[in-house]
C-alpha cells in the first residue's frame, strides 16, 4: 500500500494488485492482541470511581457527549481494532446484564491481559495462563460470597436500596441532587417490580427528558407521557376518568383509491357535498359519544372542522402520537387500537384514572400529556430537567445505573462493600491459594491477584493519592486487622472502612465483573493466528 497526494495535498492510498495476505501468528499475534486491548483499557481507567474524569466525545456530524459511563463512551469511540472491539462487547454485555460496573469490568481484563502479557514473556504458555486465570476467577467468586451481607429492605424500609443508589450514582453529574434521584429510582423499580417472583421489566419505566429547569425538578409520574398537548386550547387541561379511544385512522371522510374528477356545477351541489363530508363528521362523534370515549388519541392528524365538533362535544382529543406512544397507552389502560370508526366499542376504549397536561417553563406550548393512575399497570414515567440536552441526556445514563443496580438487589439482596475493598480481599485470597497449587498455574493465579489490584489502584490514582502506597497500606491493614471492608477512601471522609461509609455493591455485579472479564480475556488470550486482507 502507498500513500501519494494531489495538487491541493489530499491523500490518496494506491492499493497494490494481487496484494498477499498479512498475518500476525504465534506470540506476535497474541501481543498485537494484548497491545490493543491495553489501549482501551488504558483510556477507560481515568473514569473510574467517585473523582473520575469525564470524557468528551464528538462524533463526526459535530455532537457532543460528556460522560464517564464506561459503556456510552466505548460505545461511541470509534474503535477499529476487532480485539479492541471485545471489550466494547465486554462493557455492553455488563451493562445489559447488570447495568453497572461497565468501567471496572473493562479496567480488570486491561490489567489481567497486562500480566498476561508478562508472564508470556518468562516462557509460560497462554493455555496454561487461561487455566490459572479460571482457577483465581472461581476462588474470587465464592470468597465475594462469603464476605457478603445480606440487604434487608421492605417496601415500608427502603433506606437501605436508597443508600446503594446512591453509591451508583456518587461519580455522576447528580450528584448535587444524589438524595432526590436514588428516590426516584428505587420508587420507580418498586412501582414495576414483581416482588413474589423477584422479576423487574424496565421496560415499564420511561425516561424522558426536558430542557430547562434545574435537575431538582425531575419528577417520577405513575403512568406514561406523550410529548403531545390537547388539539384544542379551549379543551379541558384535565380530564378524570377518562376512557381513551385509541384510533390509527384519520379523522376525515374516505379517500378514493385511485385518481379521478369532481365537477360541481351548482350551489346546490356545494351544498350537498359539504352536508356529506359534516355527515361524516358528525357520525364519527357519535361512535364516540355511543362508546362513552371522552379522551381521542390519534396517530394521524384531523382539520379544524374535526376538532371543532370534538370541543363541541366534550370530547378532548390529541393527534399526530406516535405509534410506540399509542401501544404503551394501550398497554397500561388496558385499551385496544381502533384501525377504524366501524370498529369502536365500549370495550375497546381505555380506562385511566386522569389524563392531563403538565405545563413546563414559562411559554405556553411546552406541554406534555400525562395518562396516569391506570390500573391495569404498573408503568412508570421519570421526567427529567436539565439545562441543556446533554445534561439530560447524561442525567437519563446516571438513572438507568441506578435502576439497574436497585433491579439487582431485588434478584438477590446479597452486598459486598465498594471503594475497592472487595478487589482487595479477593488478591489476598487467591494468593493464599495460590501458595498450595503445585502447577504452573500458580503464577496465573497470582498474577490475576496482581490485576485485581488495579481496580482499588485507579480509584486512588482518580482521587489523587499515592495508587502505591495507598494499596500496600489497604493489604496490610486488611491483613492485620482482619476486615475485608477497609477500601480507597475517594471522598476524604476520615475512615476507609466502607461498611461505614454505607458504600455497598450488589454482589451479583462484582461476581459478574469477574466472570466476564475471565471470559473475554481467555479468547483474547487463545488467539494466535489474526489473518487480515486488504480492502480493496
Same mark, same amino acid.
Given at each position: 500500500?502507498?500513500?501519494?497526494?494531489?495538487?491541493?495535498?489530499?491523500?490518496?492510498?494506491?492499493?497494490?494488485?494481487?496484494?498477499?495476505?498479512?498475518?500476525?501468528?504465534?506470540?506476535?499475534?497474541?501481543?498485537?492482541?494484548?497491545?490493543?486491548?491495553?489501549?482501551?483499557?488504558?483510556?477507560?481507567?481515568?473514569?473510574?470511581?467517585?473523582?473520575?474524569?469525564?470524557?468528551?466525545?464528538?462524533?463526526?456530524?459535530?455532537?457532543?457527549?460528556?460522560?464517564?459511563?464506561?459503556?456510552?463512551?466505548?460505545?461511541?469511540?470509534?474503535?477499529?481494532?476487532?480485539?479492541?472491539?471485545?471489550?466494547?462487547?465486554?462493557?455492553?454485555?455488563?451493562?445489559?446484564?447488570?447495568?453497572?460496573?461497565?468501567?471496572?469490568?473493562?479496567?480488570?481484563?486491561?490489567?489481567?491481559?497486562?500480566?498476561?502479557?508478562?508472564?508470556?514473556?518468562?516462557?509460560?504458555?497462554?493455555?496454561?495462563?487461561?487455566?490459572?486465570?479460571?482457577?483465581?476467577?472461581?476462588?474470587?467468586?465464592?470468597?465475594?460470597?462469603?464476605?457478603?451481607?445480606?440487604?434487608?429492605?421492605?417496601?415500608?424500609?427502603?433506606?437501605?436500596?436508597?443508600?446503594?443508589?446512591?453509591?451508583?450514582?456518587?461519580?455522576?453529574?447528580?450528584?448535587?441532587?444524589?438524595?432526590?434521584?436514588?428516590?426516584?429510582?428505587?420508587?420507580?423499580?418498586?412501582?414495576?417490580?414483581?416482588?413474589?417472583?423477584?422479576?423487574?421489566?424496565?421496560?415499564?419505566?420511561?425516561?424522558?427528558?426536558?430542557?430547562?429547569?434545574?435537575?431538582?425538578?425531575?419528577?417520577?409520574?405513575?403512568?406514561i407521557v406523550i410529548d403531545k398537548d390537547f388539539?384544542?386550547?379551549?379543551?379541558?387541561?384535565?380530564?378524570?376518568?377518562?376512557?381513551?379511544?385509541?384510533?390509527?385512522?384519520?379523522?376525515?371522510?374516505?379517500?378514493?383509491?385511485?385518481?379521478?374528477?369532481?365537477?360541481?356545477?351548482?350551489?346546490?351541489?356545494?351544498?350537498?357535498?359539504?352536508?356529506?363530508?359534516?355527515?361524516?363528521?358528525?357520525?364519527?362523534?357519535?361512535?364516540?359519544?355511543?362508546?362513552?370515549?371522552?379522551?381521542?388519541?390519534?396517530?394521524?392528524?384531523?382539520?379544524?372542522?374535526?376538532?371543532?365538533?370534538?370541543?363541541?362535544?366534550?370530547?378532548?382529543?390529541?393527534?399526530?402520537?406516535?405509534?410506540?406512544?399509542?401501544?404503551?397507552?394501550?398497554?397500561?389502560?388496558?385499551?385496544?387500537?381502533?384501525?377504524?370508526?366501524?370498529?369502536?366499542?365500549?370495550?375497546?376504549?381505555?380506562?385511566?384514572?386522569?389524563?392531563?397536561?403538565?405545563?413546563?417553563?414559562?411559554?405556553?406550548?411546552? $406541554?406534555?400529556?400525562? =395518562?396516569? %393512575?391506570?390500573?391495569? *399497570? #404498573?408503568?412508570?414515567? /421519570?421526567? !427529567?430537567?436539565?439545562?441543556?440536552?446533554?445534561?439530560?441526556?447524561?442525567?437519563?445514563?446516571?438513572?438507568?445505573?441506578?435502576?439497574?443496580?436497585?433491579?439487582?438487589?431485588?434478584?438477590?439482596?446479597?452486598?459486598?462493600?465498594?471503594?475497592?475493598?472487595?478487589?482487595?480481599?479477593c488478591s489476598l485470597a487467591i494468593s493464599e491459594?495460590?501458595?498450595?497449587?503445585?502447577?504452573?498455574?500458580?503464577?496465573?493465579?497470582?498474577?490475576?491477584?496482581?490485576?485485581?489490584?488495579?481496580?482499588?489502584?485507579?480509584?486512588?490514582?482518580?482521587?489523587?493519592?499515592?495508587?502505591?502506597?495507598?494499596?500496600?497500606?489497604?493489604?496490610?491493614?486488611?491483613?492485620?486487622?482482619?476486615?475485608?471492608?477497609?477500601?480507597?477512601?475517594?471522598?476524604?471522609?476520615?475512615?476507609?472502612?466502607? $461498611?461505614?461509609?454505607? =458504600?455497598? %455493591?450488589?454482589?451479583? *455485579? #462484582?461476581?459478574?465483573? /469477574?466472570? !466476564?472479564?475471565?471470559?473475554?480475556?481467555?479468547?483474547?488470550?487463545?488467539?494466535?493466528?489474526?489473518?487480515?486482507?486488504?480492502?480493496?
Amino acid at each position: 500500500m502507498n500513500i501519494t497526494f494531489d495538487e491541493f495535498g489530499r491523500p490518496f492510498i494506491i492499493l497494490k494488485e494481487q496484494r498477499q495476505k498479512e498475518r500476525a501468528h504465534g506470540l506476535e499475534a497474541v501481543k498485537e492482541n494484548i497491545l490493543a486491548a491495553k489501549a482501551v483499557a488504558l483510556i477507560i481507567s481515568s473514569s473510574l470511581g467517585p473523582k473520575g474524569m469525564d470524557k468528551m466525545l464528538v462524533s463526526p456530524d459535530g455532537e457532543v457527549t460528556i460522560t464517564n459511563d464506561g459503556a456510552t463512551i466505548l460505545d461511541q469511540m470509534e474503535v477499529t481494532n476487532e480485539v479492541a472491539k471485545l471489550l466494547v462487547e465486554l462493557s455492553k454485555s455488563q451493562d445489559s446484564e447488570i447495568g453497572d460496573g461497565t468501567t471496572g469490568v473493562v479496567v480488570l481484563a486491561g490489567a489481567l491481559l497486562a500480566e498476561a502479557e508478562a508472564l508470556i514473556d518468562r516462557g509460560i504458555h497462554p493455555a496454561r495462563i487461561v487455566d490459572g486465570y479460571e482457577l483465581a476467577a472461581q476462588i474470587a467468586v465464592k470468597h465475594l460470597k462469603s464476605i457478603s451481607d445480606s440487604l434487608d429492605w421492605s417496601l415500608e424500609n427502603k433506606e437501605p436500596l436508597i443508600k446503594t443508589a446512591i453509591t451508583s450514582l456518587g461519580s455522576k453529574v447528580v450528584n448535587r441532587c444524589l438524595r432526590q434521584m436514588a428516590e426516584i429510582a428505587v420508587n420507580a423499580v418498586l412501582h414495576v417490580a414483581d416482588l413474589e417472583r423477584k422479576d423487574v421489566n424496565l421496560d415499564f419505566i420511561k425516561l424522558d427528558g426536558k430542557t430547562g429547569g434545574r435537575m431538582e425538578d425531575s419528577r417520577i409520574v405513575n403512568g406514561i407521557v406523550i410529548d403531545k398537548d390537547f388539539s384544542h386550547p379551549q379543551m379541558p387541561s384535565e380530564v378524570k376518568d377518562a376512557k381513551i379511544c385509541l384510533l390509527t385512522c384519520a379523522f376525515e371522510p374516505p379517500k378514493t383509491k385511485n385518481k379521478m374528477g369532481l365537477n360541481i356545477k351548482t350551489v346546490d351541489d356545494y351544498k350537498k357535498l359539504s352536508e356529506l363530508e359534516q355527515n361524516y363528521f358528525v357520525d364519527m362523534i357519535k361512535r364516540l359519544k355511543d362508546a362513552g370515549a371522552n379522551v381521542v388519541l390519534c396517530q394521524w392528524g384531523f382539520d379544524d372542522e374535526a376538532n371543532h365538533l370534538l370541543l363541541q362535544n366534550d370530547i378532548a382529543a390529541v393527534r399526530w402520537v406516535g405509534a410506540i406512544e399509542l401501544e404503551l397507552t394501550a398497554l397500561i389502560s388496558g385499551g385496544r387500537i381502533v384501525p377504524r370508526f366501524e370498529d369502536i366499542t365500549p370495550e375497546s376504549l381505555g380506562k385511566a384514572g386522569r389524563v392531563s397536561e403538565l405545563a413546563f417553563g414559562t411559554n405556553s406550548k411546552d $406541554k406534555w400529556l400525562v =395518562v396516569e %393512575d391506570c390500573k391495569n *399497570s #404498573k408503568a412508570v414515567t /421519570i421526567i !427529567l430537567r436539565g439545562g441543556n440536552k446533554m445534561v439530560i441526556e447524561e442525567v437519563k445514563r446516571s438513572i438507568h445505573d441506578a435502576l439497574c443496580v436497585t433491579r439487582s438487589l431485588i434478584r438477590n439482596n446479597g452486598i459486598i462493600y465498594g471503594g475497592g475493598s472487595a478487589e482487595i480481599t479477593c488478591s489476598l485470597a487467591i494468593s493464599e491459594a495460590a501458595n498450595n497449587i503445585s502447577t504452573i498455574e500458580q503464577y496465573g493465579m497470582r498474577a490475576f491477584s496482581d490485576a485485581l489490584e488495579a481496580i482499588p489502584a485507579a480509584l486512588a490514582n482518580n482521587s489523587g493519592l499515592s495508587s502505591i502506597e495507598t494499596v500496600a497500606a489497604l493489604k496490610a491493614r486488611q491483613i492485620a486487622e482482619k476486615n475485608p471492608h477497609l477500601g480507597v477512601d475517594c471522598l476524604n471522609r476520615g475512615t476507609n472502612n466502607m $461498611k461505614e461509609q454505607n =458504600v455497598y %455493591d450488589p454482589l451479583i *455485579s #462484582k461476581q459478574q465483573q /469477574i466472570l !466476564l472479564a475471565t471470559q473475554v480475556v481467555r479468547m483474547i488470550l487463545k488467539i494466535d493466528d489474526v489473518i487480515t486482507q486488504e480492502r480493496q
